[in-house]
C-alpha cells in the first residue's frame, strides 16, 4: 500500500519510472562546425531554393519592406557549396554551432538543493535538464499550497504528462476568469520555459509580500507596490503549462539541440515528429503548414491528431466553459514579437482587433523599459509569417479568449542558444510588460 502511495506521487510529479522512456538515448547529434548564416532572399524563389537544399532553417522574419531576414544553419561540407551559391548574406551569426551547444551548460540543481525548498533566483542563471523542472514545479506548490495546485492536461506521445501549475486568489479556485500560458511547444526554444518560471515564481512571492503590504495597508492607507499582482491572482485563475512538449524537450538534452517538433511516429513513414503548433484546428492544413512529414512545420494528417494539441484543445475548452479566457500566450523564441491573432491568413482579423493592438503596443513600451529590448507587434500573419493551425488562432476563436496570443521571446541574434546570463532579463522585462496588462485587466 505504501509502495502505491508512492508510485502515484512520482507519477503526479512526473517521474516516469520504467517504461520506454528509459531506453538508452541515441548518440547526440553533433553540429560541429556548422556556420549559421543571416540571409536576405529577394524574392520567394530565392527562400524555396534555399530550403531545397540540406540547410537547416532556423528562423525567418519578414522585414519592413517585404523582404525576408532567414536564419540558416550550413553544415561543414556543404559551407562552400553555398558560399557559391552567393545568397544575400546580412551577417553571420555563428562561426561553430557545436561549439554554442558545448557552451551552453545544463545544470542540474536536485542533487545541491534542499528538500521542498522553492530555488531562490540562482534558478534563473542557468538552464536546467527536464526531471528538475518537474520538481521545480512541485516546490513552487509547496511555498503557496494554498492558492495552487499541480495540473496535468494530458499525456505525451512518449507518454509523459503534460503537467504545470494552477495558482489562483482569495475566491478559491475555477472561480475566475483563465489567464492561460504554455511554453515550449517548440522543443528547442528553451528561454520559453524559463521565463514561465519567472513568472509563476514572482506570482506567489508577491502575492505573499503583497498579503503583508495589506496588512500595513489598513494601517497606512496608499501604499502596496504588489497590489497589481493581488488584484489579478484575486480577478484571474492563472493555468501555466511550462513544457507542453516535454518528449521534444527532453529529445533537445538528450540527443538533438535543435528538435523543434514533437515526437511521434506513424505509420507509412521513417519521419519523426509533428509540429504541436501547426496541429489545431482552426486554419488546420493552409499556408505556412505542410502535410510532408519531414517537414519541421508537419501539420499531422488530421487536426488534433497528436496527443499534445489533443490535450490542450480539450483544457482551452474546459477553461472556455468555465468562466471564460481572458488572456492565452503561446511562449516562443526567437523574434521579439507580440503575435496577435490571426496567423493563418493576413486579411482576416479578430472583431476586437483595435483593442488587442492597443494593449499590445502598452506592453511593447512595458517591455521596453528594463534594457530597451524591442519588441515588435500585429497579427502574427503580418508581422512574422503565416502559421496555419497553430495554437492562438484557436484559443481566440473556439476558446473565445479576449486576447489570444504567441509571444516570441529574445533575441535576435542568439537564438536558440540565448546565453544563460539573459534568462533572468529576459524575464524582468517580460514581467514589466505583464505588469502593464495587469494595470488594464
Ligand atoms: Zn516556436
Known amino acids: 500500500m505504501k509502495l502505491v502511495h508512492r508510485l502515484t506521487l512520482l507519477a503526479v510529479a512526473g517521474f516516469a519510472l520504467t517504461s520506454p522512456l528509459d531506453k538508452p538515448a541515441p548518440a547526440k547529434v553533433s553540429y560541429d562546425g556548422y556556420k549559421v548564416y543571416r540571409v536576405s532572399p529577394s524574392s520567394d524563389d530565392d527562400i524555396d531554393k534555399a530550403f531545397d537544399t540540406a540547410f537547416i532553417e532556423l528562423h525567418r522574419r519578414r522585414e519592413e519592406g517585404g523582404t525576408w531576414a532567414v536564419d540558416i544553419a550550413v553544415a561543414p561540407d556543404d559551407i562552400a557549396a553555398f558560399e557559391a551559391a552567393r545568397y544575400n548574406v546580412v551577417s553571420i551569426l555563428s562561426h561553430d554551432l557545436g561549439a554554442d551547444f558545448a557552451a551552453e551548460t545544463v545544470v542540474s540543481v536536485s542533487k545541491t538543493k534542499k528538500e521542498g525548498a522553492l530555488p531562490g533566483l540562482e534558478w534563473f542563471d542557468a538552464y536546467h535538464p527536464y526531471a528538475d523542472h518537474v520538481k521545480y514545479w512541485a516546490d513552487l506548490h509547496a511555498a503557496f499550497p494554498d492558492n495552487s ?45 524559463m521565463v514561465r518560471y519567472i513568472l509563476v515564481l514572482y506570482v506567489p ?187 492562438r488562432d484557436y484559443v481566440t476563436d473556439v476558446g473565445k479568449a479576449q486576447f489570444g496570443w504567441g509571444i516570441e521571446l529574445r533575441d535576435t541574434q542568439y537564438g536558440f542558444v540565448l546565453p544563460p546570463e539573459q534568462i533572468l532579463p529576459s524575464g524582468i522585462e517580460i514581467w514589466e510588460g505583464l505588469k502593464y496588462a495587469w494595470s488594464r485587466f
Open 149 to 193: 495546485e499541480l495540473i496535468v492536461a494530458g499525456t505525451s506521445f512518449e507518454g509523459r504528462p503534460v503537467q504545470g501549475i494552477h495558482l489562483w486568489g482569495r475566491s478559491g479556485k475555477d472561480s475566475k476568469p483563465a489567464i492561460f500560458f504554455n511554453g515550449n511547444v517548440h522543443a528547442r526554444e528553451w528561454i520559453t520555459s
Open 205 to 391: 512571492l508577491d502575492v505573499l509580500r503583497g498579503v503583508v503590504e495589506y496588512i500595513l495597508y489598513q494601517i497606512v492607507t496608499g501604499y502596496g507596490s504588489d497590489e497589481l499582482v493581488q488584484k489579478v491572482l484575486d480577478n484571474y485563475d492563472f493555468y501555466v503549462l511550462p513544457v507542453v512538449n516535454p518528449d521534444g524537450f527532453v529529445y533537445t538534452q538528450t540527443t538533438n539541440r535543435l528538435w523543434r517538433k514533437n515526437r511521434q511516429t506513424r505509420s507509412n513513414t521513417a519521419a519523426v515528429g509533428t509540429d504541436i503548433n501547426r496541429n489545431w484546428a482552426v486554419g488546420w492544413g493552409g499556408d505556412g503548414s505542410s502535410p510532408n512529414p519531414s517537414s519541421e512545420t508537419f501539420s499531422g494528417f488530421a487536426p488534433h491528431d497528436t496527443p499534445e494539441t489533443a490535450a490542450l484543445a480539450a483544457f482551452t475548452q474546459k477553461l472556455r466553459d468555465l468562466h471564460g479566457i481572458k488572456l492565452y500566450v503561446d511562449w516562443h523564441s526567437y523574434a521579439q514579437t507580440i503575435l496577435l491573432s490571426y496567423g493563418y491568413t493576413c486579411t482576416d482579423f479578430p472583431p476586437n482587433y483595435d483593442e488587442q493592438y492597443d494593449l499590445a503596443e502598452g506592453i511593447a513600451k512595458a517591455i521596453a523599459k528594463p534594457y530597451n529590448t524591442t519588441f515588435e507587434y500585429g497579427s502574427g500573419c503580418l508581422v512574422l509569417y503565416q502559421s496555419s493551425g497553430n495554437g
